[in-house]
């Protein structure tokens, strides 16, 4: 999901419900990057982060 400028808000797991109606798709390894930068916050609802094995 992202804000009007495109940026992303947060990473979700492909078949979350509360990804909203503006997302696009990305693969593993561009999740798992915006994930261990700490760029983009995992979505506390779907765990896209544990589905990735990426501990904190």
């Known amino acids: 999901m992202g804000t009007a400028t495109g940026e992303p808000i947060q990473v979700h797991d492909g078949e979350c ?3 909203g109606r503006r997302h ?3 693969d593993r390894d561009e999740a798992r990057r915006l ?3 700490g760029a ?3 979505c506390p609802f779907c765990h ?5 094995h990426i501990i904190d």
Not at 48 to 52: A, G, H, I, V, W
């Open 17 to 19: 419900a509360m990804n």
């Open 24 to 26: 696009r798709a990305i």
């Open 35 to 37: 994930l261990t930068s």
């Open 40 to 42: 983009v916050p995992a």
């Open 48 to 52: 896209p982060n544990t589905q990735l």
